[in-house]
């Protein structure tokens, strides 16, 4: 079972910014892809950012120019750079690990909570 510890949620006012973290083991780290998706309330989930073992990033046009993932090697964590945050961003976080960035994401975090107040 993989393990993945997710921090960095909370409550920001729009225009803010956040960051948010993802930990996993190094031999999960080094070989799959890992990123995050998000959750609202009533809505399905859906693909925000994913990152590859070798450093290439996919991003959702909905955040593209304001969000950035980053991967450190040395601590086996993924970051995801949150800026010009709009209510509309409002949701559960979740990391994941995939075989690829577009595959189906074989294990979850626990999720971690972004609020942008209107």
Request: net charge positive.
């Amino acid at each position: 079972q993989v393990r993945l510890v997710e921090s960095g949620g909370g409550l920001v006012q729009p225009g803010g910014s956040l960051r948010l973290s993802c930990t996993t083991s190094g031999s999960i780290f080094g070989t799959y892809a890992m990123g995050w998706y998000r959750q609202a309330p009533g809505k399905q989930r859906e693909f925000v950012a994913g990152i590859r073992s070798y450093g290439f990033t996919l991003l959702a046009d909905s955040v593209k120019g304001r969000f950035t993932i980053s991967r450190e090697n040395a601590n086996n964590t993924v970051y995801l750079q949150m800026n010009s945050l709009k209510p509309e961003d409002t949701a559960v976080y979740l990391c994941y690990v995939a075989r690829s960035i577009a595959a189906t994401p074989s294990s979850w975090g626990q999720g971690t909570q972004v609020t942008v107040p209107s």
